[in-house]
């Protein structure tokens, strides 16, 4: 069965400190994609990035970087420089032949909290 | 509009009643999805379509809940006898594939008294 974790439920911060989420899988698929969104209070759900089981290059865009690492099965997110604007809940998804393909699996989130 | 639309925003209803929840996903995009997030929760999946039909309904949680799309654009997620453990937000997302990144709807915060 595939399943995410997300081991952190709420993390705080201060403004400009650099913060990591962590998300690690489990699926028995060898074809499959990574998930970030994040939620903020309003509510809907903002795609961040997808990542497919063959790339494990790092990605990064702006503040925002991912750290895909097959051999821990994690896929961490890294927000460099924190602003009061990212404070929001994010979720780590998988989706992966298993289950269709299209199926999203989400962790529970991280509540993010940025403080001025 | 650009985005996913869903609407109502917000539904009370009672116990028992018979809701429709409808999604109008982004134009072009043949895939469409329903999850259901419950307080404190990641979203949990109810239903995909591929086009008009349902390639995965293996989330909904019993013959209470079902769901259309017969046009292949629009779809409405319909609760019968609805409980108030089907209380939650009813999230719908959409995709130009299967495989390809989901764009979630604002949702439908349901709450049955």
């Known amino acids: 069965a595939q399943k995410v974790t997300q081991a952190q439920t709420e993390i705080s911060v201060v403004e400009k400190e650099d913060v990591t989420l962590d998300c690690v899988y489990e699926?028995?698929?060898?074809?499959?994609?990574l998930f970030w969104y994040k939620q903020p209070p309003s509510g809907e759900l903002v795609f961040l990035i997808r990542?497919?089981?063959?790339?494990?290059q790092n990605e990064i865009s702006g503040r925002y970087s991912w750290n895909f690492q097959k051999s821990t099965s994690s896929f961490n997110f890294t927000i460099t420089a924190s602003q009061v604007v990212d404070s929001a809940v994010y979720f780590c998804?998988?989706?992966?032949?298993?289950?269709?393909?299209?199926?999203?699996?989400f962790g529970e989130g991280t509540q993010l909290t940025v403080n001025p | 509009g650009a985005g996913v639309s869903q609407t109502p925003s917000n539904k009370v209803t009672e116990k028992g009643k018979y809701v429709e929840l409808r999604c109008d996903p982004i134009?072009?995009?043949?895939?469409l999805y329903w999850y259901r997030q419950s307080l404190g929760q990641g979203p949990e999946f109810l239903i995909y379509?591929?086009?008009?039909?349902?390639?995965?309904d293996s989330g909904l949680p019993n013959d209470r809940f079902f769901a259309v799309r017969p046009e292949g654009s629009v779809s409405t997620l319909k609760i019968q006898r609805t409980e108030r453990g089907d209380s939650a937000v009813y999230l719908c997302?959409?995709?130009?594939?299967?495989?390809?990144?989901?764009?979630f709807g604002p949702g439908t915060r349901l709450t049955v008294l």
């Open positions: 699926t028995r698929d060898t074809t499959y994609y």
């Open positions: 379509f591929q086009g008009t039909g349902a390639a995965d």
């Open positions: 134009s072009g995009h043949t895939a």
């Open positions: 998804a998988l989706s992966g032949k298993e289950t269709s393909g299209s199926r999203l699996t």
């Open positions: 997302a959409s995709s130009l594939s299967g495989w390809t990144g989901k764009f």
């Open positions: 990542r497919n089981s063959f790339d494990e």
